[in-house]
């Protein structure tokens, strides 16, 4: 019920390209889904998150598309640049609940 | 900078030894939580801190402890150090007690320890 579960483990997109990663829950009372970035060395850094309520949010390059009924999300990259290379993680939480639940993370490299 | 500090960067000890993790949260938040990352294991959570006060314990084992101080930094203690224990140590925080769009964590650059 607690699980989040993120695919691919990793990803190798050409540069310009589109980087899609996917995640997955079970849990239905969850209702907040933010993507974390993160460079090697680094924590982890909030990218874009969304709530159930909306299908799509975009911010610059990047888009969280959500399909509440198939109870899956996915970070779609446009134009991926190389630096962009970095481990993302999805997550979620539900309200009312003081911990995020992350995905096991997507390392993302992108060619020049 | 996400304006979370954690400190130190880097500690190498030794199996059975104690050592403790520092974090500073960002000014203004309440809440502090303590994550820990390994290889093949991704993010668990530990523990949350709200104001002072415990609020949520997640996979935290009980040679870990924690607590969080009145001026809001958090110490995060851990004993008798075994060499699966070994990893990254992140601290968050945000302004309020949960997670959500309005109350975003952020993390430190982390804490990576290394016991040999």
């Known amino acids: 019920q607690q699980q989040v579960k993120q695919s691919p483990q990793s990803l190798i997109v050409q540069k310009g390209g589109i980087s899609i990663i996917n995640c997955a829950y079970e849990n239905t009372a969850f209702d907040y889904f933010p993507w974390y970035q993160q460079f090697p060395g680094k924590g982890p850094a909030l990218l874009i998150a969304?709530?159930?309520?909306?299908s799509e949010k975009k911010e610059g390059r990047f888009t969280i598309s959500f399909n509440k009924s198939a109870k899956q999300f996915s970070l779609h990259i446009m134009d991926s640049q190389p630096g962009d290379s970095a481990t993302y993680f999805c997550?979620?939480?539900?309200?009312?609940?003081?911990?995020?639940?992350f995905g096991q993370g997507t390392r993302l490299t992108i060619n020049p | 900078d996400s304006g979370v500090t954690q400190t130190p960067k880097h500690l190498i000890t030794a199996t059975g030894q104690r050592v403790t993790l520092r974090c500073s949260p960002r000014?203004?938040?309440?809440?502090v939580y303590w994550y820990q990352q390994s290889l093949d294991q991704g993010l668990q959570f530990l523990i949350q801190y709200y104001n002072g006060e415990e609020r949520a314990k997640g996979n935290i084992l009980e040679r870990f402890s924690a607590q969080q101080f009145p001026d809001l930094h958090s110490e995060l203690n851990l004993s008798s150090l075994e060499l699966g224990d070994s990893a990254l140590y992140f601290c968050a925080s945000s302004v309020r007690e949960g997670a959500g769009l309005g109350s975003p964590l952020h993390f430190g650059n982390g804490t990576r320890l290394t016991v040999t």
């Open positions: 969304i709530r159930p309520d909306v």
């Open positions: 997550a979620a939480s539900r309200l009312g609940a003081q911990k995020l639940v």
């Open positions: 000014s203004g938040d309440l809440s």
